[in-house]
């Protein structure tokens, strides 16, 4: 004879949960949050095998009973779903990412006092490479690389709010890697104010919160940052900063050792509102 069963209940109770828990996390956005947005479709599958396994259980819930005793291996699926409810997480604040430190672009190109020495010749010969160029020739396509990589960042500002991460992972990028080919340039980007405990006064960093995968191996990344209004902002404030791109030797308290950074020097910053997303996705 068919009865109710507690336990097929319960189950189907939890599949429920966990169902609406997916559809609430894709159907928001809410699930950029968490995990990279290429790992979404995964996510919408899992869906959707839960939508079937709920339909099924619902079969289950008049059967044959084993016994009317609860079984208690339900309360480690139960508890994920409460804490999930009542404390309905927002992903991860600065303060959380911070203590894993910051990511401050080292420059990677290590000739970068050599464009800065007015009285170089125009041609010299490469390190180590055995191979002439024109430094005048160079200087100009470099300058001429610049204004094209400048006029698409400026592009992508004249989008949505959604491509302004780009904009700010593109710079950090360029600027970088590409140090020389971006000194005394102008770069504005948006991002949340970060300090560390050895900073100069006037000293900040404009971060954004880099999610590779997913909130496990996020990081914050950002480019080092000098203003005489620095101390009228807190941390984690987001800011719209303007600067000019420069220099400076940093000591890294981590590993104790000096390293070269490039630096903006800022022209105007001002306050925005915290963006939808505050990561930005390789």
């Known amino acids: 004879m068919r009865k109710f069963n507690i336990n097929e209940f319960i189950w189907f109770i939890i599949l429920l949960g966990f169902t609406f828990l997916l559809y ?3 159907s928001t956005d809410k699930l950029k949050l968490f995990i990279h947005p290429r790992l979404t479709q995964y996510v919408k599958i899992t869906f959707y095998v839960l939508v079937i396994l709920s339909i099924v259980q619902i079969t289950r819930v008049f059967s044959k009973g084993h016994g009317t005793k609860i ?3 339900y309360i480690l699926f139960v508890l994920p779903l ?3 409810f009542i404390v309905n997480p927002k992903g991860l ?4 990412i911070a203590k894993k430190g910051v990511n401050l672009g080292e420059i990677r190109n290590s000739n970068i006092g050599n464009i800065q020495d007015k009285d170089i010749d125009n041609k010299e010969e490469i390190e180590n490479s055995g191979v002439q160029v024109d430094k005048a020739t160079e200087s100009s396509e470099a300058q001429s690389i610049t204004d094209n990589q400048m006029e698409i960042n400026t592009d992508y500002i004249s989008f949505a709010n959604t491509q302004e991460s780009q904009v700010f992972l593109d710079t950090i990028n360029n600027v970088s890697n590409n140090t020389e080919e971006f000194l005394n340039q102008e770069v504005s980007v948006i991002g949340f104010i970060y300090r560390q405990e050895d900073f ?3 000293q900040f960093v404009i971060a954004r919160m880099l999610l590779s995968c997913c909130v496990a191996d996020t990081q914050v990344i950002g480019l080092l940052c000098e203003s005489e209004e620095a101390n009228n902002f807190n941390d984690s404030e987001w800011v719209r900063i303007t600067g000019t791109v420069n220099t400076t030797v ?3 308290p981590k590993f104790n050792q000096e390293i070269s950074l490039p ?3 800022i022209s105007s910053i001002e306050r ?3 963006p939808e997303s505050p990561y930005v996705y390789p």
């Not at 604040?93 to 959380?96: K, L, S």
């Open 200 to 202: 100069k006064e006037n």
């Open 24 to 26: 609430d996390l894709t």
């Open 71 to 73: 079984r208690k291996g």
């Open 250 to 252: 940093y000591l890294d």
């Open 272 to 274: 925005v509102s915290e």
């Open 263 to 265: 630096l903006l020097k």
């Open 82 to 84: 409460l804490l999930v």
């Open 93 to 96: 604040n600065a303060q959380i």
